[in-house]
């Protein structure tokens, strides 16, 4: 079975970090793109960051690039986000997912990050 | 780079069909064919529907598909179920090599 499990989420004061980890199973992590998504309390989906097979590509939505780096680590079937400046419009349910032509196919159950003091 | 234009809400009638529209540019729907459809019910994940403009990933009901003309990409459900009431985002590959959506649609099944 496909399956994806976000972990690391919390809260966090505001200018604080967080480092999100994602475990991969059930498929060849390393032969997928991957990407985050967060979706804040109430809100739409918003895109976050995806990396490529072996991490050498990997792009940024505007509001988060310099704060946000994304990793992987396919020996360990693992994607991580690390989240550093947050502020509270950080504040959101945080997924990973597995690339298909920029669509995900498969979602973890998410993670939620509060960002408040 | 601004959201996809999607309707806020549609309503239909159990067994009947509704479209929901969703408007970008050429520089994402318009311009390339990787449009999706997420499904999401209340405290749920969301669930791939579309991908690819109008290709069904496996295990989705026949009863959705989807099309593109022109910069606009539409969600069709036909056969309306009360289990479809949920709601429904759209999303685009960019000219920027990101990935856009749009605000969401709730379709509600009076």
């Known amino acids: 079975e496909v399956q994806l499990v976000e972990s690391g989420g919390g809260l966090v004061q505001p200018g604080g970090s967080l480092r999100l980890s994602c475990a991969a199973s059930?498929?060849?992590?390393?032969?997928?793109?991957m990407h985050w998504f967060r979706q804040a309390p109430g809100k739409g989906l918003v895109w976050v960051s995806r990396?490529?097979?072996?991490?050498?590509?990997?792009k940024y939505a505007d509001y988060v690039r310099g704060r946000f780096t994304t990793s992987r680590d396919n020996a360990k079937n693992t994607l991580h986000l690390q989240m550093n400046s947050l502020g509270a419009e950080d504040t959101a349910v945080y997924y990973c997912?597995?690339?298909?032509?920029?669509?995900?196919?498969?979602w973890g159950q998410g993670t939620l990050v509060t960002v408040s003091s | 780079q601004s959201a996809l234009t999607q309707p806020a809400s549609v309503s239909g009638s159990p067994g009947q069909s509704i479209t929901i529209s969703c408007t970008g540019t050429?520089?994402?729907?318009?311009?390339?064919?990787?449009v999706s459809w997420y499904q999401q019910h209340p405290d749920k994940a969301p669930k791939l529907m579309i991908y690819?403009?109008?290709n069904r990933p496996s295990g989705v009901s026949n009863r959705f598909s989807g099309s593109k003309s022109g910069n606009t990409a539409s969600l069709t459900i036909s056969g309306l179920q009360t289990e479809d009431e949920a709601d429904y985002y759209c999303?685009?590959?960019?000219?920027?090599?990101?990935?856009?959506f749009g605000g969401g649609t709730r379709l509600t099944v009076l």
């Open positions: 050429s520089s994402d729907v318009g311009g390339y064919n990787h």
């Open positions: 690819d403009v109008s």
């Open positions: 059930g498929f060849t992590f390393s032969s997928y793109w």
């Open positions: 997912a597995r690339d298909i032509n920029s669509g995900a196919d498969c």
């Open positions: 990396t490529n097979r072996d991490g050498s590509s990997i």
């Open positions: 999303s685009s590959y960019t000219s920027s090599y990101t990935v856009i």
